[in-house]
């Protein structure tokens, strides 16, 4: 049977402005992880009822540990960011559908925005062949060196011009005539939206993870839907995002709002 | 463990389930998704998402809000349609030693009349008609607020039930006694209640509404005291058998229904937190047994 652990945090550090970085004993969940998929955590007590949706950072399989990058902007987060290693945190996991990892593709571009960011890591790490990874942010970055580490060549814009590209991370991938056989990417929805008209303009397949606001996270409520085509347009299903996604084809989303 | 002396079973409408408990309908699918943290046999009935008779699209997205000990949703009834759930989710649960109630949807009378009699010849235990559902313009919560619409839907549908009928009520209403002997009086063999109680949240930075329906159905542990007092209320109206919900998490939270006069409890939100909460209300109420020497919940329910 499936259960809630309770697992213990190793460490859980600001990295950024309101951002913070999770480690967890969680030998179960690292050993199934896929790079994409997420965590279901919870709070104490019963006010703040429903899990929040964390995406899984990195896994380390050997090690039996998983880390989360999350940003703290409400009540939920802002109670995870005043835990202190040695202490434990519900999660629940892994959960969804992760990226599906082509190898046969030798040119790899990756774009995250924002605090979509996190799940790319793993993602990263994992693939093969040529990475180019994209990178868009309001003003502060993170996770550079992340990307770094696992072989990626990291560009990076954010809008007031603090850090690298001034300017969107489309604009960039413009700028720079970005070339690539697929796209992985995880962001805010225009972000996503924008990013797949252009992927579709030059022929890319693009692999989008979607958010939406959830409250079983396996696939019971119905809650967490995105709309997703059956031939076009307008003919189109209401999918679950926590369990038929997160990550979807963006030709299959209906990018409507 | 607590050694099984005491008689857990219930009688609801001439069916028998092997202990109260059940799952609130919209909150556990069809029982495949917690099944993998429960096992079904265990649960006195699984209580299904309600199925209209075509596929139903439900509303946009967002759907859920939390709200302080409880949430909203506006999921609006998305389901396959009654043919894709006598398909695909029948033959399913009829592998757990449980009993199946389905919830039935509907925008107008015919509608709910057209379901009912698809699952009149389906290998199902109970009905329970949902005429409390805020979240869908036509039919829903129009049927269940009002006492001449209640009554005569619950009449029409009862003509095409083969199987026990439960109405499930609105809280959403000035008096909820009315309504429930509408139902009984149209012929209901069972009361279930509260479906969800119309709710709103507002997102004060984009100064907007969370939900994309603006409004939403209010559910979870803070509305447990509204749906304590409408399950007395209606226990001391009508004797049909009541099938409490509304914010129940735990044994203690079951036995308050009891008491107030509910032959069974669902569990539905509470699902969302704890995957386990069906059984660990179970347990509770086992507990709670053993501590006071009860044989059988008839010993103490509605002895309020
Ligand atoms: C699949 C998925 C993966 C995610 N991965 C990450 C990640 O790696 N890092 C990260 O910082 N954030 C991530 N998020 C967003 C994160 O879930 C929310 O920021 C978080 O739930 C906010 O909780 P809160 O209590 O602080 O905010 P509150 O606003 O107080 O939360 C109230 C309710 O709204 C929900 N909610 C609020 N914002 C969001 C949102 N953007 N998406 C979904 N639900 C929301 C909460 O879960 C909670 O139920 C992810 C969301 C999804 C759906
Ligand atoms: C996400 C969600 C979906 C629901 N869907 C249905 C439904 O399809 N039919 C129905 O009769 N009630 C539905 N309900 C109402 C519940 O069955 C229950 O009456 C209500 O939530 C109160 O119980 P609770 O506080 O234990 O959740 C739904 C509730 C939630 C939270
Ligand atoms: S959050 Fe319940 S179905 Fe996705």
């Known amino acids: 049977m499936k259960e809630i652990k309770h697992a213990l945090i190793l460490d859980n550090q600001l990295i950024a402005d309101n951002i913070y970085k999770m480690t967890l004993e969680a030998d179960g969940i690292a050993r199934e992880a896929k790079a994409g998929q997420f965590v279901n955590l919870y709070c104490k007590g019963e006010a703040k009822l429903l899990p929040r949706p964390i995406s899984i950072c990195e896994i380390d399989k050997d090690r039996g540990r998983i880390t989360l990058v999350y940003g703290v902007v409400g009540q939920g987060t802002k109670e995870f960011s005043t835990l202190k290693a040695g202490e434990k945190i519900e999660v629940l996991g892994p959960l969804g559908n992760g990226f599906k990892i082509d190898e046969s593709k030798a040119k790899n571009i990756i774009v995250g925005g924002g605090i979509g960011t996190p799940p790319l890591v793993e993602l990263v790490k994992q693939l093969k062949g040529e990475k180019e990874v994209y990178l868009g942010f309001r003003s502060q970055s993170i996770l550079l060196e992340a990307f770094k580490v696992y072989g990626a060549n990291v560009h990076v814009a954010t809008e007031d011009g603090s850090e690298g590209f001034k300017g969107n991370v489309l604009e960039l991938l413009k700028k720079n005539n970005a070339k690539g056989e697929i796209i992985y990417s995880c962001g805010p929805k225009p972000m996503l939206k924008a990013i797949a008209a252009w992927a579709k303009e030059n022929e890319i397949a693009m692999q989008v993870s979607l958010e939406e606001r959830m409250a079983c996270g396996i696939g019971a409520c119905v809650g967490c839907v995105c709309k997703i085509k059956e031939k076009d347009e307008l003919d189109w299903q209401h999918k679950k995002v926590c369990k038929d996604g997160p990550v979807f084809w963006s030709d299959e989303v209906v990018w409507d709002d | ?304």
């Open chain 2, 1 to 304: 463990m607590i050694k099984e002396k005491h008689n857990l079973k219930v009688n609801i409408a001439g069916v028998e389930l092997k202990n109260p408990v059940t799952t609130a309908s919209g909150t556990f699918g069809s029982g495949r998704e917690y099944g993998e943290f429960v096992d079904l046999n265990q649960l006195g009935a699984v209580t299904v998402k309600g199925v209209s008779s075509t596929p139903w699209k439900g509303n946009p997205a967002p759907r859920i809000a939390e709200t302080y000990g409880g949430m909203l949703n506006s999921v609006g009834l998305q389901n396959p349609g009654v043919e894709e759930f006598i398909k695909n989710d029948i033959p399913f649960l009829r592998q757990y030693d449980t009993k199946i109630i389905v919830n039935v949807a509907g925008k107008s009378v015919s509608e709910y009349c057209e379901v009912v009699e698809r699952l009149s010849h389906a290998d199902i235990d109970l009905i329970e008609l949902n005429i409390s559902c805020p979240n869908v313009k036509e039919g829903g919560v129009t049927f269940g607020t009002d006492v001449k619409m209640a009554h005569k839907v619950t009449k029409e549908v009862k003509r095409y039930a083969k199987q026990p009928l439960i109405v499930k009520l609105s809280p959403n209403v000035t008096d909820i006694t009315e309504i429930a002997r509408a139902v009984v009086d149209g012929g209901a063999d069972g009361i279930s209640l509260i479906n969800t109680l119309l709710g709103m949240a507002i997102d004060i930075h984009k100064r907007k509404p969370i939900l994309a329906n603006t409004v939403g159905g209010f559910s979870g542990p803070a509305v447990k005291p509204v749906a304590l007092r409408m399950v007395y209320q209606v226990a001391r109206a009508v004797s049909v058998p009541i099938i409490g919900m509304g914010g129940i998490s735990t044994g203690e939270d079951a036995i308050e229904f009891i008491l107030a006069g509910a032959t069974a409890v669902a569990v539905g939100t509470a699902n969302f937190r704890n995957p386990r909460a069906t059984i660990d209300v179970l347990e509770g109420i086992k507990e709670y047994m053993v501590r006071y020497g009860i044989q059988s919940l008839d010993e103490i329910r509605g002895m309020i």
